[in-house]
């Protein structure tokens, strides 16, 4: 069974930082691009960051460039998302995603409130 576990959501401050988790099982973790997606209130679901099953290449939305930073640990079958500098524009919720070929697997979002 497939499963992707979002965590370490929550609310911060503007300027703050938090790490995103996304634990995933069921899959071979190593060979799939993992990606962190976003949906703000009346929004669409966006593309945040990417990387590819070794980690060797990353790709990030131009809002995010230089403040957020996309990481995996395939021995943990984990790939992370290190966000700082927050701005209330980032509040949203987040969503962990697994892609290889026909095989698209969601997690269930981890909400992330930037606010004073």
């Known amino acids: 069974q497939v499963q992707l576990v979002e965590s370490g959501g929550g609310l911060v401050q503007p300027g703050g930082s938090l790490r995103l988790s996304c634990a995933a099982s069921?899959?071979?973790?190593?060979?799939?691009?993992m990606s962190w997606y976003r949906q703000a209130p009346g929004k669409e679901r966006d593309l945040v960051a990417r990387?590819?099953?070794?980690?060797?290449?990353?790709n990030y939305a131009d809002s995010v460039k230089g403040r957020f930073t996309i990481s995996r640990d395939n021995a943990k079958n984990t790939v992370y998302l290190q966000m700082n500098s927050l701005k209330p524009e980032d509040t949203a919720v987040y969503y962990c995603?697994?892609?290889?070929?026909?095989?698209?697997?969601w997690g269930q979002g981890t909400q992330v409130t930037v606010s004073s």
């Open positions: 069921g899959f071979t973790f190593s060979t799939y691009a």
């Open positions: 995603n697994g892609r290889l070929r026909i095989n698209d697997y």
């Open positions: 990387i590819t099953g070794a980690g060797v290449f990353t």
